[in-house]
Each structure stands twice: as structure tokens, then as C-alpha cells.
């Protein structure tokens, strides 16, 4: 069976990870001097505290080739074929560590294809909870990966934050962008392109109207296969998005989860994402 690896910034829980069997690899996070793994020694609450209280920025680094070259090993023992699909080119240097792994895993019989996702947090989690699911079904690399690959364009993101500014520190947008956000005194609402870069696609006067953007972006798909809902501290409100999102997907099919450490050095405490995997009518499996 095709054995599925991701980075922590999937978003992918432990429980998603058990179940659909899925390899997460944590990303670092670093506060100052200190250096945690990703959601292993630094958890989300204990990481937004610290986030809020520290007055220099973390910062984030991803995992070696080498690293990554043993955790390919180490599956190969188990399945001669592994599919790997990473945060994208634009946001990190994970998927080029995982392209160099290729080349220094020892067991040469085992295929291995790494994808680049062009996304993060649950934008890239439903490519892999797919992959995984498919793998479970008795499906082949072959037949995941171009799979994978051609539904990219098919999941759509927007993310709300209070401020821009977590971005525009980690060079993740423009300062003129943040601008919007910090002069204005609104909402921005932020997409990833289907190139993975990171961009502003709207803003709206408060926190009240910025998730009712959200709520309003998932009622205009008709077809859709998946759906999460991400926070980074405020639960309450990412629990109500999802109630209210029940009407027109089921709520048990809705995934919620908490946006990753990495993530959050890069959003602020304040992120709340949906994510939406849109087929057109025939192509949903």
C-alpha cells in the first residue's frame, strides 16, 4: 500500500494521521535561543501564549535532506511506494529537502514521488487526507499522484486575521499590504494563489463581517467533496462557522483543527481559515 508523508503544516491532526495512516513531519519552530518541533515539544496553546507574550518575532526552519531521507527509509520497510506532499515552493524549503531525499534514501526499490502542494495548512491537509484515503482503497502511486496533482486548482482557501502584520514580519507579504490592515483598522481577508504565493483578496470593517466573508465564500461552491474550518485561539468562533457551514456540507465530514505553530509565528493568534475542495458535477469520487 502507498504510504502518505506531510509536513506539519498540513494541519493534519493525530488523530486523521492514526486513522488514515499519514507520516506528519514537524517543521521547527525557534524563540530565540530554543528550538521545537512542530506540535512535538511546543503544542498550539502553549506556542500562541508564548507568541503573544514574546516581543521578538520566532521564527520557523524546515527539516534536512537528510532528515527527510530517513523518514523514506524508514516507511520503505513497509511499502515499496511513497507519496510525499509538501507545503508549496513559495512558502518554505521543505519540498526541495524532500526532492534531495530522494536522492540519498538508501533503498533505491522503493518509488518515491514528492508533490508540491503550492498551499499550507488545510489547503494542502484535504491533497493529503485524499491521498491517504485513496491508498487505504487499494489505489497505486500511479494513480494517486497525477490525481493529486490535477486537483490542486480544485481546493480554494481565505484566511481572516486582524492584522497583516505577523506577515509582513516573517516576508511573507509586502509592507504596503499590511498597510490595509493596520491603517484602516479592518479585517484583511487573505487567499493562497494557485501559485502558492500569499495575497490579500478583500478586507472588511470587523472581526463580525471578516467570518460572515467566510461563511458567504463556502456557500458559493456546489459541489464540494471537503471542507475544514482552522483557528488559531479563538475556538468559539471557529466552532460556530462550522455549525452554521452544517446547513450545506455534514457536520461530521467538516474537519476542525487548531492552525499549526509554524503557521501562527507567520498569522498571529487571530487566523481563521476555511478551506474547500470543489469538484464539478461527475468528477466528485
Same mark, same amino acid.
Given at each position: 500500500?502507498?504510504?502518505?508523508?506531510?509536513?506539519?503544516?498540513?494541519?493534519?491532526?493525530?488523530?486523521?494521521?492514526?486513522?488514515?495512516? #499519514?507520516?506528519? /513531519?514537524? &517543521?521547527?519552530?525557534? =524563540?530565540? @535561543?530554543?528550538?521545537? *518541533?512542530?506540535?512535538?515539544?511546543?503544542?498550539?496553546?502553549?506556542?500562541?501564549?508564548?507568541?503573544?507574550?514574546?516581543?521578538?518575532?520566532?521564527?520557523?526552519?524546515?527539516?534536512?535532506?537528510?532528515?527527510?531521507?530517513?523518514?523514506?527509509?524508514?516507511?520503505?520497510?513497509?511499502?515499496?511506494?511513497?507519496?510525499?506532499?509538501?507545503?508549496?515552493?513559495?512558502?518554505?524549503?521543505?519540498?526541495?529537502?524532500?526532492?534531495?531525499?530522494?536522492?540519498?534514501?538508501?533503498?533505491?526499490?522503493?518509488?518515491?514521488?514528492?508533490?508540491?502542494?503550492?498551499?499550507?495548512?488545510?489547503?494542502?491537509?484535504?491533497?493529503?487526507?485524499?491521498?491517504?484515503?485513496?491508498?487505504?482503497?487499494?489505489?497505486?502511486?500511479?494513480?494517486?499522484?497525477?490525481?493529486?496533482?490535477?486537483? #490542486?486548482?480544485? /481546493?480554494? &482557501?481565505?484566511?481572516? =486575521?486582524? @492584522?497583516?502584520?505577523? *506577515?509582513?514580519?516573517?516576508?511573507?507579504?509586502?509592507?504596503?499590504?499590511?498597510?490595509?490592515?493596520?491603517?484602516?483598522?479592518?479585517?484583511?481577508?487573505?487567499?493562497?494563489?494557485?501559485?502558492?504565493?500569499?495575497?490579500?483578496?478583500?478586507?472588511?470593517?470587523?472581526?463580525?463581517?471578516?467570518?460572515?466573508?467566510?461563511?458567504?465564500?463556502?456557500?458559493?461552491?456546489?459541489?464540494?467533496?471537503?471542507?475544514?474550518?482552522?483557528?488559531?485561539?479563538?475556538?468559539?468562533?471557529?466552532?460556530?462557522?462550522?455549525?452554521?457551514?452544517?446547513?450545506?456540507?455534514?457536520?461530521?465530514?467538516?474537519?476542525?483543527?487548531?492552525?499549526?505553530?509554524?503557521?501562527?509565528?507567520?498569522?498571529?493568534?487571530?487566523?481563521?481559515?476555511?478551506?474547500?475542495?470543489?469538484?464539478?458535477?461527475?468528477?466528485?469520487?
Amino acid at each position: 500500500m502507498v504510504k502518505v508523508i506531510t509536513d506539519s503544516v498540513s494541519d493534519i491532526t493525530p488523530d486523521l494521521a492514526e486513522k488514515w495512516g #499519514i507520516t506528519v /513531519v514537524p &517543521l521547527h519552530i525557534h =524563540f530565540g @535561543t530554543e528550538t521545537f *518541533l512542530d506540535r512535538v515539544d511546543l503544542q498550539t496553546e502553549e506556542f500562541y501564549h508564548r507568541l503573544e507574550k514574546s516581543k521578538s518575532l520566532p521564527t520557523t526552519s524546515t527539516v534536512t535532506s537528510k532528515e527527510m531521507a530517513a523518514l523514506f527509509d524508514g516507511l520503505s520497510e513497509d511499502t515499496d511506494e511513497i507519496l510525499g506532499i509538501y507545503l508549496g515552493t513559495k512558502l518554505s524549503a521543505t519540498y526541495e529537502m524532500a526532492l534531495k531525499a530522494k536522492e540519498e534514501v538508501k533503498n533505491k526499490r522503493c518509488r518515491i514521488e514528492v508533490v508540491d502542494s503550492r498551499a499550507a495548512v488545510a489547503k494542502q491537509g484535504l491533497l493529503v487526507l485524499e491521498a491517504a484515503k485513496l491508498a487505504q482503497e487499494g489505489k497505486g502511486l500511479s494513480e494517486i499522484e497525477p490525481y493529486i496533482r490535477e486537483s #490542486i486548482p480544485r /481546493v480554494h &482557501l481565505r484566511g481572516s =486575521f486582524d @492584522t497583516l502584520e505577523y *506577515l509582513r514580519k516573517g516576508g511573507r507579504i509586502g509592507r504596503a499590504q499590511s498597510l490595509i490592515g493596520s491603517i484602516l483598522k479592518v479585517n484583511p481577508i487573505v487567499t493562497i494563489e494557485d501559485d502558492g504565493v500569499v495575497g490579500p483578496c478583500g478586507r472588511e470593517r470587523n472581526r463580525a463581517r471578516a467570518i460572515e466573508y467566510l461563511y458567504n465564500f463556502v456557500l458559493g461552491f456546489k459541489n464540494i467533496k471537503a471542507l475544514a474550518v482552522e483557528y488559531g485561539t479563538h475556538h468559539d468562533e471557529a466552532e460556530a462557522l462550522t455549525e452554521r457551514l452544517s446547513a450545506v456540507f455534514p457536520r461530521e465530514d467538516i474537519i476542525l483543527s487548531v492552525v499549526s505553530p509554524v503557521v501562527g509565528t507567520h498569522t498571529g493568534p487571530s487566523i481563521l481559515v476555511v478551506s474547500v475542495w470543489d469538484e464539478p458535477p461527475g468528477m466528485v469520487r
